[in-house]
Each structure stands twice: as structure tokens, then as C-alpha cells.
């Protein structure tokens, strides 16, 4: 298999000699339609192995097979031309595609519009440019062994971003995903929805996850294909995350660049509620002026992820499902933030949540947990369950993120339950003001018995892990 990382560190370093390229926002934005482009087209010629009689929404002069697979193909003025031209009579390729429309497939030529009309070529030097083809052709995403591609490449966009210093976008890592999937369980005919999808991560966790375990006809994958939909605000996220729905061959996803929280609460009805859902909402974000006027008064607030909380309520079937990421912020806290926890936890049944370690979506560094509940039934119990760093590892970091058989007690636990050194059980009766940071009664226990020598000590390696931190942040932002 192909090096992903490499390959996009390599084209990282050509479009850093482009004029055109003034950063690294631009580079992902560049890399995302040209992606989009080569992977659409790749299921396209699959389509026209496996589908009679399918015809590609994009003319044949504008098929990424026709003008960027030949190494030795268009480059420099000619290139440029290629994809810039507004001449009449001589559209190029930006101008064409974002005026797409296809009386077989009007669907998918939608959606290769509405890419093409959020997104620009930034690139100034066709010469480059090519190169930057030439490399993309290096990644064979048909053929690939490993469906996860697409992840690794999004991974390594990110790793890119967070080394030249920027903030980029911390995403889910994929045991995160991959577990509150799993425990979740959505089945075939569960309509599934991440109102704040990123590039896709949950979804294509969820399609693998209904494909490996539960469809087994040809008529189970077209009620699978109708069942997952996501909505995106960010214009390259939105772009990147519908290039992975397609690349784990959902033929015309349900991929909406939208505002959830702009979604009029009221008019929420039966018809638009979900079964599932599966979400890391942003949080500490900046919402749209007046956003906030648009839930019931009691639960206004401007902290994003508190919203999205009061939005999946409204937004799930009696009965259905969510597993979510919130910070600790939002699970404790006075006034509204309390409201908005009665809420969850006379709505729904908050079974369960999985607290981990502050390095877990490094290199942000937040204490954050997963939150699993069901709508319809209030709450009585609340499992807590602590996600302990392997033996030996002081924190997450780049070269050691968090692994999916790391969390195998967590799985082996979660149909029978027992209480441990790491697992407690609260009833909600014994909450206050809602509040539900409940720490590890028995680590609190220990911490209560502990000597001044003892307490010493952990104050020195709390100190220590600390320094190491620091020291591996300082050298990745170097």
C-alpha cells in the first residue's frame, strides 16, 4: 500500500512553491476538490464495470482518467487553462462543473456542483500543479486493501497542519469512533445521522459497521444506502467528508452543507427524526449571531456544544440512540448549562459515560467523555466507566494515539457490568444541580488515605508529565 503520509507531505512541499498557495488553509481546500475529483471518477469507471448502462455525470473532456492519470499529460499554461477558462465556447473545467446538470442522475450532478461552487483553484503554476496530480495518481483507492485510506490521508492532512504551527481540526480519532460505534449498534434500517460530520468519520464507521454485521442481499445495501446522512457547516470539511461517503460506495450521500444549529427547532417533525446518532460536536466554538433564539428560552446559551445536546433530543425517535463526545465543561456547571442536563436526564436514559484522558484527541489537551443515552425513558442509574493510558504511557501523543483494542475491557464490560477500581454506578438521585463530573470514588478514597510523603511524590510526577508535555508540543510546533 502506498505511504498516504508521505504522499501528502510530499505534495505539501510542491504546493508551498506555488504563489498561489498563500497557506495551509488553501492547501487543504486545493487538495480537497482535486481529491473529490480522482475518487468520484474512480467509482465512476467501477460503476461502469458493475452497473449497465451507467454513464458518468461529468463530460468525458473533464474525467480525471481523461486529463490527470497520464503522468505526462496537460501541464503548465495549458493546464491552468484547462481548469480556469471562462472563454465562451471554451469553458474549462471550474466553469463547467459548477453549471452540472444530468437528466439521468440529477442527484449526483447536484452534488458535483455544489463542490465546485464553494471551492477554487489557488494554484498559479500548472507545472506544479501537475506534480501534485502526478503524486495523487500514486494512491489507487479502488484497489486499496485497507478501507481506512481516506482516514490515514485526512490524518496526515492534520498532522501537516498542526506541525507548520496551525490550529487545523482536531478530529475523532478512529477508536473513538470506532468504539462508540460499536456500543451504539446501529442496524440495518436505523437511520443514522451526525449533525456535525466533519469529514464523515462516524458515518463511515457506521456503513462498515451495518455492512460487516448485518447486510447480507443486494436489497439490504439500498436500504443501507438511503440510511446515513450528515450535515457540515465548513466548506473543505463539508467537500472531504462527502469524498469519504463516497469512497465507501455510497452512490449519492446524504451529505448536507448546512448549519445544524440553524435547523428551526420547532419545525423538527416525526418525519425528520433519526434512530441513531453518532456526533462530536464542536465545542468552545463561535456560533452565528442570534443562533441561539432559535431553541426554547430556557436552554439559550452560546456554547455550541451544550446546544447540540438540546438539537439531538429534538432530532431523536422515542426510543432511539446517540453517543456523543461532550467536554468536561459541558457535563457540570451552573444555570442554563444545569437546565440543559435535567433535560437530558429526564428525556432520555443516560446509561453511560466514558471519561478519558485529557491527551486522548491530542494534541488538544481537554478532558472529555462519552456520552451514550437512549430517548424516552428518564434516567435512573449512571454508569461511569474511566478509560485508563496504557501500562508504562504517560500520555497520547503523535506517535502514540489511542488504539482501538486499548479499549477491549470497555467492550468485554459493557454487558455486564460490575463495579471496580475503574467502573462506579450513581443514581441520579444522588446528583447535584444535575451536576455530572463525578470523579473515581475509589481514586478519591486513595487520595484521602494518602501520606505526606505519598502525596509528594504524586504531586513530583504529575510535575513530570507535565514537563513531558510540554516538551513534545514545543518540538511539534517547531
Not at 463511515?204 to 436500504?223: G, P
Not at 457547516?233 to 462527502?242: D, S
Not at 422515542?318 to 461532550?326: E, M, P, Q
Not at 454508569?383 to 501500562?391: D, F, G, N, R, S
Amino acid at each position: 500500500m502506498t505511504n498516504v503520509s508521505a504522499v501528502v507531505s510530499s505534495i505539501r512541499n510542491i504546493m508551498r512553491q506555488d504563489r498561489g498557495i498563500s497557506g495551509d488553509a488553501q492547501r487543504l481546500e486545493q487538495l480537497g476538490w482535486m481529491l473529490f475529483l480522482k475518487i468520484i471518477d474512480d467509482k465512476d469507471q467501477e460503476f461502469e464495470i458493475i452497473k449497465d448502462d451507467y454513464v458518468s455525470v461529468i463530460p468525458e473532456k473533464f474525467q480525471w482518467r481523461t486529463w490527470a492519470a497520464d503522468a505526462e499529460g496537460i501541464t503548465g499554461d495549458e493546464l491552468l487553462e484547462f481548469i480556469d477558462s471562462n472563454a465562451e465556447g471554451n469553458r474549462g473545467l471550474f466553469a463547467t462543473l459548477r453549471n452540472l446538470s444530468s437528466n439521468t442522475n440529477p442527484k449526483r450532478a447536484a452534488i458535483v456542483k455544489e463542490v465546485f461552487e464553494g471551492s477554487n483553484n489557488f494554484m498559479k503554476s500548472g507545472y506544479e500543479m501537475r506534480k501534485v496530480i502526478n503524486k495523487l495518481n500514486e494512491i489507487d483507492f479502488n484497489n486499496s486493501k485497507d478501507k481506512q485510506v481516506f482516514g490515514d490521508i485526512y490524518e496526515s492532512i492534520l498532522v501537516e497542519l498542526r506541525d507548520a504551527g496551525n490550529k487545523g481540526e482536531y478530529y475523532t480519532p478512529r477508536a473513538v469512533t470506532q468504539l462508540m460505534t460499536q456500543m451504539t449498534d446501529p442496524q440495518l434500517g436505523d437511520k443514522v445521522l451526525d449533525p456535525a460530520a466533519g469529514t464523515g468519520g462516524f458515518l463511515t464507521e457506521a456503513i462498515e459497521h451495518v455492512r460487516e454485521n448485518y447486510v447480507n442481499t443486494v436489497k439490504d445495501e439500498h436500504i443501507l444506502q438511503k440510511s446515513i446522512s450528515g450535515w457540515e457547516l465548513k466548506p473543505v470539511a463539508y467537500v472531504l467528508g462527502l469524498t469519504n461517503l463516497i469512497l465507501h460506495d455510497i452512490d449519492i450521500p446524504e451529505y448536507l452543507y448546512k448549519d445544524s444549529l440553524k435547523v428551526e427547532y420547532n419545525a423538527i417533525k416525526a418525519k425528520d427524526k433519526v434512530d441513531v446518532i453518532l456526533a462530536n460536536p464542536p465545542f468552545g466554538a463561535s456560533i452565528a449571531d442570534g443562533v441561539e433564539t432559535n431553541f426554547p428560552s430556557s436552554y439559550r446559551c452560546k456554547e455550541s456544544a451544550d446546544l447540540f445536546v438540546i438539537l439531538m433530543l429534538q432530532l431523536l425517535k422515542h426510543d432511539g440512540r446517540c453517543a456523543i463526545v461532550l467536554p468536561d465543561g459541558s457535563i457540570t456547571g451552573d444555570g442554563v448549562k444545569a437546565r440543559i442536563r435535567e433535560k437530558l436526564l429526564t428525556d432520555a436514559n443516560l446509561h453511560t459515560i466514558i471519561r478519558l484522558p485529557q491527551s486522548t484527541f491530542f494534541p488538544a489537551t481537554v478532558s472529555t467523555n462519552l456520552l451514550f443515552f437512549e430517548k424516552g425513558e428518564k434516567t435512573k442509574d449512571i454508569w461511569y466507566y474511566e478509560h485508563q493510558l496504557p501500562a508504562g504511557q504517560k500520555s497520547y501523543s503523535k506517535t502514540k494515539p489511542v488504539q482501538f483494542k486499548e479499549f477491549q475491557p470497555i467492550v468485554d464490560w459493557w454487558n455486564n457490568r460490575k463495579e471496580s477500581d475503574v467502573a462506579w454506578k450513581v443514581n441520579v438521585k444522588d446528583l447535584k444541580n444535575w451536576d455530572l463530573d463525578i470523579k473515581n470514588p475509589v481514586v478519591e478514597e486513595e487520595e484521602k488515605m494518602m501520606t505526606t510523603s505519598e502525596a509528594l511524590e504524586k504531586l513530583n510526577n504529575s510535575i513530570n508529565t507535565s514537563r513531558e508535555l510540554v516538551k513534545d508540543l514545543t518540538k511539534y510546533l517547531r
